[in-house]
């Protein structure tokens, strides 16, 4: 009698730990019954967005990474400005750089065509950079699913945590570290900058007063980006192929040919040669690494259960 009581305490206690556990964690089938169409929904308006504008796809891959970094993959970048908080659109790496919300905007209202309020933003993101990756010609893997909306935005952690063109390999690994993320994994990430475009302000210095840069490179980037003015002026992240997902990102830095002094960072004469080196050689490497890195990196933090919403408008909470 005593012991059945306590078998169905128990039970009852594992039961409830289980759905626990479950409801804390992501899983690459969270919308097959509750949105079934939402991936291809998502799917098909990224790529007509790829093909309307190329650059689009690396506009949307850091939009999810600058999202994780802050607090966690809960689409606190996509909040406008309230009157309780400034949100993270504005903060020092964002402003005047981060593109693509009126691309996340059309993805949302479509997915809330098929399926109303059941998809969250976050999870649009998490997905949106997957698939931007494959239609630029790089790797895909399964996105885990199920984050929540945060209902709240910081504009002085994106400050603080996501890390500036200009920051040394050290820090690099820390900022990375904080987040639970590996040196192979930092490396594999950045391996992102393969696609895209950066300002005249986020590699003057480099072009001008850095000395392990090619000099054909430095003498070709500073006629575009003279020694004031012209701080939007864009270059590639790759010069070689800035809108296919391969490998040229690290082939380039092997030749001193980053953009960044952060890209440069990785093949300096420092510890992150080598890996930056396989990269180079080994395409397949590459991609297998950055497809883990990705899964990794949209695991920071999210909210579940019933932490968060799931936001109708990605620009505000409910
Ligand atoms: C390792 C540390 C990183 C630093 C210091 C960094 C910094 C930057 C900077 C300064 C730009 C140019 C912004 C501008 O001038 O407007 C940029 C662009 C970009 N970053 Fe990173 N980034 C890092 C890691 C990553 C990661 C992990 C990803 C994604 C997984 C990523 C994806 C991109 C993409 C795709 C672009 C081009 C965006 C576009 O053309 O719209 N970056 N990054
Ligand atoms: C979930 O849906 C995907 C895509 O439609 C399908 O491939 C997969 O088999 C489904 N999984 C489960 C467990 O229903
Ligand atoms: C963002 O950029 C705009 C336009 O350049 C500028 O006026 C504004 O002060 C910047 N915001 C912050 C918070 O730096
Ligand atoms: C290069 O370095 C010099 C000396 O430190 C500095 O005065 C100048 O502003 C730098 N130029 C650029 C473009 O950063």
Redesign the pocket.
């Known amino acids: 009698m005593a012991s059945n009581t306590s078998f169905s305490f128990s039970a009852a206690f594992l039961i409830f730990f289980i759905v626990g556990l479950a409801s804390a964690q992501l899983s690459t089938t969270f919308y097959n019954a509750s949105c079934p169409k939402a991936l291809e929904t998502i799917h098909a308006a990224v790529s007509a967005a790829v093909s309307k504008e190329r ?2 796809g ?2 949307l ?2 939009l ?2 600058h999202d994780c970094f802050v607090n966690g993959c809960d689409g606190s970048i996509l909040l406008d400005d309230t009157s309780s908080f400034t949100g993270e659109k504005t903060a020092g ?1 964002n402003n ?5 919300f009126d691309v996340v905007d059309t993805i949302k209202s479509q997915v809330e065509s098929v399926c109303k309020q059941a998809v969250s933003c976050a999870d649009i993101l998490a997905v949106a ?1 997957r698939d931007a990756v494959v239609a630029l010609g790089g790797p895909s893997w399964s996105v885990q699913l199920g984050r929540r909306d945060a209902t709240t935005a910081s504009f002085s952690a994106a400050n603080n945590d ?4 200009t ?1 040394d390999l050290s820090p ?1 690994i820390s ?2 570290s904080k987040k639970g993320l590996s040196t192979t994994d ?1 490396i594999a ?2 391996g ?2 393969t ?5 005249c ?3 003057r210095t480099r072009v001008y007063n850095e000395t392990n840069i090619a000099s054909s490179f430095a003498t070709s980037l500073q006629s575009n980006c003279p020694t004031s003015g012209s701080d939007d002026s ?1 270059s590639p ?1 790759d010069a070689v192929s800035p809108y296919v997902f391969d490998n040229y990102y690290y082939k380039n830095l092997i030749r001193n040919k980053g953009l ?1 002094h ?1 890209d440069q960072q990785l093949y300096n004469g420092g510890s992150a040669d080598s890996q930056t080196t396989t990269y180079s050689s080994d395409a397949a490497k590459f991609y297998s690494d950055f497809a883990a890195a ?1 899964v990794k ?1 949209g695991g920071i933090s999210p909210l579940t259960g019933s932490n968060g919403e799931i936001r109708t408008n990605c620009r505000k909470t409910n």
């Open positions: 650059r689009m690396a506009s891959l850091r999810h990474f790496p005047n750089s981060l593109r693509g950079a996501i890390p500036s063109p920051t690099l900022a990375f930092m990430l950045s992102a900058h696609i895209g475009q950066a300002r302000t986020s590699f864009l992240l960044m952060s990705m990196m």
